[in-house]
C-alpha cells in the first residue's frame, strides 16, 4: 500500500483511532530505529521488551485525577452548604432570643403600666371614699346643729364649751383655740398619714388631731360618732386631756 493511499485512509478515521493509529505508528518507527543499530552494539546491549500493559492516550490518562477533583469538589460544596445551614440557624436562634427578650420587656412594661394604674385608681378611689365620708359628716353636723351657734370654727368651740360644762369636763376657749391651732390650723378634715399612729393604720383626725381608738374611749354622748364633726372631736379631745393632764390647758405640745 502506498504512503499517499494510507495518508488519506488516516485522514478519514474519527479522533480515538487517529490517536491508536499515531500509537502504533510510534511503535512502528522505534522498531524502525532499532533494526537500524549496528551490529555490534546490538551484541552490547539488548533491546527492552515492549510493555505488555496498553499504552493510554489522550484524556483517558487523566481520567482518575480528574474523578479525584471532582470529589474533592463535591465534599467541598457539601461542606460550604453546612456551613451555610449552621450559620442561618444561629442567626435564626439569635433573632429568637432578641425577638423574646423584647417580647418579654414589652410584657414587663405593660405589666408595670397595668400595676401602676390599678394603684392609681384604687387611691383615687380613696380618695373620693374619704371625701364623701368627710362631706357626709359635715352634712350630718350641719343639719343637726342648732342655730345657736355658727357652723365655723368659733362657733364650733362656743358649742363644745356649752356640752364641756354640762358633762363637767374642764377647758377655756383660750386652751381650746390654741391647741386647734397648732394641730390642725382650724381644719376639721386634717388627716395626718405620716407619723406612727398613720403607719400602725390609726391616723390623727378633726381640729384637735385624734386618733379613732382614744376618739371611740372618750366619746361624749351626744354629739356625732365620728371624728370628722369638730365638735365630737373638740369634746372627746378635751375629755381624754382632762383624764391624763387634768385640762385642755394644761396641753402645749402633742398629747
Known sequence: ?????????????????????????????????????????????????????????????GAPQARTIQASL??????????????????AKKA?????????????????????????AAAQWKAKKAAAKRSTHTASRSETRTHVYANNLDGWIREALSIMKAKGIPGTYE????????????NPNAINDWDINAINGVPSIGLLQIIKPTFDAYHVSGT???????V???????????????????????Y
Open 1 to 61: 500500500m502506498s504512503a499517499s493511499s494510507i495518508s488519506g485512509r488516516f485522514r478519514r478515521l474519527n479522533k480515538t483511532q487517529k490517536l491508536s493509529a499515531a500509537g502504533i505508528s510510534a511503535v512502528a518507527a522505534a522498531a524502525l530505529s532499532l533494526s537500524l543499530v549496528p551490529g555490534n552494539a546490538e551484541a552490547e546491549t539488548e533491546p527492552q521488551a515492549l510493555s505488555a500493559s496498553p499504552v493510554v492516550f489522550g484524556s483517558a490518562a
Open 74 to 91: 463535591i465534599e467541598q460544596h457539601s461542606s460550604a452548604e453546612k456551613m451555610v445551614k449552621a450559620i442561618d440557624a444561629a442567626k
Open 96 to 120: 429568637a432570643a432578641v425577638k423574646a427578650k423584647i417580647n418579654a420587656v414589652a410584657v414587663a412594661e405593660a405589666n408595670a403600666k397595668k400595676a401602676e394604674a390599678k394603684e392609681k
Open 175 to 186: 386652751g381650746l383655740h390654741r391647741n386647734i391651732m397648732r394641730e390642725s390650723s382650724g
Open 224 to 230: 356625732p360618732h365620728t371624728q370628722y364633726d369638730p
Open 232 to 254: 365630737a372631736n373638740l369634746t372627746a379631745s378635751a375629755n381624754y386631756a382632762a383624764d391624763k393632764y387634768g385640762s385642755i390647758d394644761n396641753v402645749d405640745s402633742a
